[in-house]
């Protein structure tokens, strides 16, 4: 296992346009978690799924924006009509259960809106 | 969600040890103390995380105040490459046990050759 996988890596996209990202976790792990990070700025929670269920949305999860995670593998995040203030960088993380564990993080997918 | 409070910014110099340290006053019985770190255009890495006891790994060292107020990660010998943010995260049960990482802004550390 290579670790948490996030494509694509960078992503520049004009305003209005829909974009999605893709997360592959570590295979084991049933907790996969997005995050969004600005210029900065520590990573902000977004979104959470244990195995194929959404278990918490942020309030910064706008209606725009929709997760998924078919069959509890990887995880789509979709942002529809994209304005200037999504850029950021969106990460992937998957972990076990518990508050004792690691969490691993993918290097990230950087959006751009142009 | 319990908050964590670290120094904006620390320098070292190269072979030197670190201490950063992170206050977290309002901790819970439950929670565990984690750190993690950013480099440049990466995604966060995990360094290390403890309960109670003091922790050893192989990237650093994790003490922990008596009582669990406060913390302090140690890195032994800092190099060039361990530039960059530390953060500091309680890692609890919140809203339903996502045990969710809620980062702050760390402390961004500079290491001078």
């Known amino acids: 296992d290579t670790g948490v996988s996030q494509n694509p890596r960078h992503k520049i996209t004009k305003r209005g346009q829909n974009v999605t990202f893709r997360c592959d976790p570590i295979s084991e792990h049933n907790r996969l978690y997005w995050y969004r990070q600005t210029l900065g700025q520590g990573p902000e929670f977004l979104t959470y799924f244990q195995n194929e269920a959404q278990l918490e949305k942020s309030r910064l999860l706008s209606d725009r924006f929709s997760a998924e995670r078919p069959k509890g593998s990887f995880s789509t995040l979709e942002i529809q009509r994209t304005e200037q203030g999504d850029s950021a960088m969106y990460l992937c993380a998957s972990s076990t259960p518990g508050p004792n564990t690691e969490a691993f993080f993918g290097q990230g997918t950087r959006l751009t809106v142009v | ?113």
């Open chain 2, 1 to 113: 969600d319990a908050k964590t409070t670290q120094p904006n910014s620390m320098e070292s110099n190269e072979e030197e040890p670190v201490h950063l340290p992170c206050n977290h006053s309002t901790i819970s019985g439950t929670d565990y103390i984690h750190w993690y770190r950013q480099l440049p255009s990466q995604g966060p890495e995990y360094v290390i995380h403890g309960l109670t006891s003091n922790v050893n790994n192989r990237m650093a060292s994790l003490a922990i105040a008596e009582d669990r107020k406060s913390s302090t990660l140690i890195l032994h010998r800092a190099t060039l490459r361990d530039a960059a943010v530390y953060y500091c995260i309680l890692r609890g049960n919140y809203g339903g046990a996502t045990n969710k990482l809620i980062f702050g802004t760390g402390t961004l550390l500079a290491v001078q050759p």
